[in-house]
T-cell receptor, first 112, second 112 residues
Framework: DVKVTQSSRYLVKRTGEKVFLECVQD?????MFWYRQDPGLGLRLIYF???????EKGDIPEGYSVSREKKERFSLILESASTNQTSMYLC???????????FGPGTRLTVT | QKEVEQDPGPLSVPEGAIVSLNCTYS??????FMWYRQYSRKGPELLMY????GNKEDGRFTAQVDKSSKYISLFIRDSQPSDSATYLC????????????FGGGTRLMVKP
């Protein structure tokens, strides 16, 4: 079974803090993704990575950056957290060439 | 207009009912179709994956794609309270690279 884990289930941060969200997959997948999920807006792609040290912007990259130093790990960074970044953050991975993605359990981030 | 439309529900049915969940889409290039199930406070899990038109069955679940109508469906037979979740459709075009386009999700409640 594919396993995607995220470092925290719940996180509370203050406005202006730098926030790191970690994601690890154990299936040697090439591609990894970060989404945010908000009521009424569904899943929106923030960034994805198709290989180590490679990244591409998704639909809503503003205010976020990512890091992929190892194949199994993909980090999402909020450089200066703001209240409008309060959301559920979902990491996903997939094998290159396939279309189905496998999701982690999510991190519910609250920025106060 | 969103590229993928999905009635948010909630859809409430009695245990044992046949459930029909649907998505419509506007992009005729979509060829890969997925259904995800998401329990409350969890990440989405892949339920069904189909390519192009036709039906696919897996236990109590049947996925149906009608490309001519740009309409996909997920049927759940003999629904159980454990099926209560949000169901997300997702789709991708052949040369869309890594991009999945998600519907907003339909919340299903199966009452004992």
């Amino acid at each position: 079974d594919v396993k995607v884990t995220q470092s925290s289930r719940y996180l509370v941060k203050r406005t202006g803090e730098k926030v790191f969200l970690e994601c690890v997959q154990d299936m040697d997948h090439e591609n990894m993704f970060w989404y945010r999920q908000d009521p009424g807006l569904g899943l929106r792609l923030i960034y994805f990575s198709y290989d180590v040290k490679m990244k591409e912007k998704g639909d809503i990259p503003e205010g976020y950056s990512v890091s992929r130093e190892k194949k199994e790990r993909f980090s999402l960074i909020l450089e200066s957290a703001s209240t409008n970044q309060t959301s559920m953050y979902l990491c996903a991975s997939r094998v290159g060439g396939n279309y189905e993605q496998y999701f982690g359990p999510g991190t519910r981030l609250t920025v106060t | 207009q969103k590229e993928v439309e999905q009635d948010p529900g909630p859809l409430s049915v009695p245990e044992g009912a046949i459930v029909s969940l649907n998505c419509t889409y506007s992009n005729s290039a979509f060829q890969y179709f997925m259904w995800y199930r998401q329990y409350s406070r969890k990440g989405p899990e892949l339920l069904m994956y189909t390519y192009s038109s036709g039906n696919k069955e897996d236990g109590r679940f049947t996925a149906q794609v009608d490309k001519s109508s740009k309409y996909i469906s997920l049927f759940i037979r003999d629904s159980q309270p454990s099926d209560s979740a949000t169901y997300l459709c997702a789709m991708s075009a052949k040369n869309a690279g890594n991009m999945l386009t998600f519907g907003g999700g339909t919340r299903l409640m199966v009452k004992p």
